[in-house]
Nanobody, 121 residues
Framework: QVQLVESGGGLVQPGGSLRLSCVAS????????MAWYRQAPGKQREFVAV???????HYSDSTKGRFTISRDSAKNTVYLQMDSLKPEDTGVYYC???????????????WGQGTQVTVSS
């Protein structure tokens, strides 16, 4: 079994900051890319940021320059530092991890349960 547990969400005023964390645990041999997605009410889930196993990040156009993704591979953890938050950043944030459970298995994608981020005055 593999579990992804997100934390760090909450209510913040526009212009504020939050730091999300996602820890992967369970039967894990190797983790490849780790990513964050979000889903606003009434909208489809959208890509936020991804970091490769070598540490190379990529961001959506709407978060570039404000959000920073990082990872601690020793702890199977991915972070999302969110600065200069806007009301349109409101939504449920999900982590997504591509990993191998054994040396012989294919890479599989796993999702966390999500953490709510609300940006409002």
């Amino acid at each position: 079994q593999v579990q992804l547990v997100e934390s760090g969400g909450g209510l913040v005023q526009p212009g504020g900051s939050l730091r999300l964390s996602c820890v992967a645990s369970g039967s894990i041999f190797r983790i490849n890319a780790m990513a964050w997605y979000r889903q606003a009410p009434g909208k489809q889930r959208e890509f936020v940021a991804v970091i490769s196993n070598s540490g190379t990040p990529h961001y959506s156009d709407s978060t570039k320059g404000r959000f920073t993704i990082s990872r601690d591979s020793a702890k199977n953890t991915v972070y999302l530092q969110m600065d200069s938050l806007k009301p349109e950043d409101t939504g449920v944030y999900y982590c997504n991890v591509a990993l191998q459970r054994t040396p012989d298995s294919d890479y599989e994608n796993f999702w966390g349960q999500g953490t709510q981020v609300t940006v409002s005055s």
